[in-house]
């Protein structure tokens, strides 16, 4: 039976920080909840003291600096399906929005903590990881930045430290050369958790070369990850449909799934191979 735990609502940011540096281990940050109350319910989680960050506004947000969107660690799943800069220039994280679970959820669940999670079936992860992102960590002794691939280190763990909570996510703006699709693969069409889910992002120089590619998987590994071989086949060529049809391959290769109750391992390689080759044929065609 999980003990009484203490609930902090600090007034701002910095307040924030102190509490969570005071409590160290101890101390856990709670934004909106979908996920942290449900484990703490079902004694999948423990924790002596909860720290309330719904209600600051410093982790709101989504604005362009310096050649980035930048994204608050607070900001909800709702609002990325609403706010023009996300759909000028990241689509494929505004679909996975609207994939995302229902609209009560997606009201109150943030980004930082669908990452923060880190289930390999993360919905924003596999776009995220294709528009190359970084999350900013912040703690009352310092801020460092992460590639998004490097924080999630595996099921249901990352690189956040006691202390630490999720300040932003940024991504590169991408050029205007560029075009990406996603798509999440499920049981139903709506409040389902992905079988897999898959998000890719192209960008051709002027002679019609890939000049730049992401394509990244969720649910198919032990975390949300690039298929770096296949990007790698595909850099500085021509996207024909037999290229195409070979990096999805090795996409699929580079997958590790399991059999669970949503679906066989060997089902999802093959789902992930017909996927990622629709994906990129789409993006191609936006292209051309």
């Not at 319910?41 to 410093?58: F, I, Q, T």
């Amino acid at each position: 039976m999980q003990s009484e735990i203490e609930l902090y609502r600090p007034q701002n940011l910095a307040e924030a920080l102190t509490l969570l540096a005071d409590y160290g281990p101890d101390g856990t940050p709670l934004a909106g909840g979908t996920n942290i109350v449900v484990e703490l319910r079902d004694g999948h989680h423990n924790c002596k003291s909860l720290v309330d960050l719904s209600h600051l506004m410093e982790l709101r947000g989504i604005n362009q600096q310096n050649g980035y969107i930048v994204i608050g660690g607070g900001t909800t799943i709702t609002e990325l399906i609403d706010h023009p800069l996300i759909g000028a220039h990241a689509g494929i994280l505004r679909e996975a929005a609207r994939l995302f679970a229902n609209p009560l959820v997606r009201n109150r669940a943030t980004v930082a903590g669908n990452l923060v999670d880190a289930s390999p079936a993360a919905d924003t992860a596999p776009p995220l990881l294709a528009l190359n992102a970084e999350v900013q960590l912040m703690s009352q002794a310092a801020t460092r930045w992460i590639r998004l691939e490097d924080f999630i280190t595996g099921v249901r763990k990352t690189l956040l430290q006691p202390g630490e909570l999720m300040f932003a996510i940024r991504l590169p703006v991408p050029s205007d050369r560029s075009a990406g699709a996603y798509n999440k693969v499920g049981l139903r069409k709506a409040d389902a958790i992905s079988v897999l889910s898959a998000a890719v992002m192209i960008e051709l120089d002027d002679a019609g070369l890939c000049k730049q590619t992401g394509i990244a998987l969720g649910a198919v590994a032990p975390k949300p990850f690039r298929a770096y071989e296949a990007e790698a086949l595909l850099f500085g060529k021509v996207l024909g449909p037999e290229l195409i049809t070979e990096a999805a391959r090795l996409a699929a290769e580079a997958s590790r799934p399991i059999d669970d109750i949503r679906g066989t391992a060997a089902y999802r390689k093959r789902v992930v191979a017909v996927t990622v080759r629709r994906l990129l044929t789409k993006a191609v065609e936006v292209l051309k």
